[in-house]
């Protein structure tokens, strides 16, 4: 597997697996019909100190990554990250990998930490990853998502000093 900047050529691989992630609305906050331009725009188009990652396996894009400022001015010094992976690599590392590189960018882009501010409890895969590379949950959101099938889900609120 290799770890790589995202270039704008990759976009459609990516929102090949993006479109449908964002469409069954289980794991991230956007609506379900929030339009390509507007993704592309959140993941592509933020200035640095953003960045974002894909994870190439079997010559494929598998996953993605983009890493920014949680807040800006005083709060700029703590990572925000949102990742997807192509469900198709699931189980293969992806996410594993993906995670550590972002954690290493954003430590050598001079963030001081990274925070996440809605894992949604039910994506349990990805709450247990997040624990393994050292993030701690610093509170459960109470129904903080309104998840399609469950109803309204807790969410984590994460957070690991780089």
């Known amino acids: 597997m290799q770890i ?4 704008e050529s990759d976009w459609p691989a990516m929102w090949a697996f993006m479109r449908p992630i964002v469409e069954a609305a ?20 933020r200035p640095a100190p953003a960045s974002r990652l894909v994870a190439e396996l079997d010559g494929q894009v598998a996953g993605t990554v983009e890493i920014h400022p949680n807040l800006p001015g005083q709060g700029s010094h703590v990572a925000n990250a949102g990742f997807m992976v192509d469900p198709a690599f699931g189980r293969r590392g992806v996410g594993r ?50 998840h399609p099938k469950d109803g309204l889900v807790d969410m984590h609120l994460m957070f690991r000093v780089l």
Do not use: C
């Open 26 to 45: 289980e794991t991230y906050p956007w609506a379900p019909d929030t339009p390509e331009d507007w993704v592309h725009a959140y993941w592509m188009e």
């Open 97 to 146: 990998a993906l995670g550590e590189a972002a954690l290493a960018r954003a430590k050598a882009d001079g963030f001081y930490a990274m925070q996440f501010n809605a894992v949604v409890a039910t994506n349990t895969h990805a709450v247990k990853l997040w624990h393994s590379l050292g993030m701690s949950t610093l509170a459960l959101i109470p129904g903080g998502f309104d």
């Open 4 to 7: 790589r900047d995202a270039a």
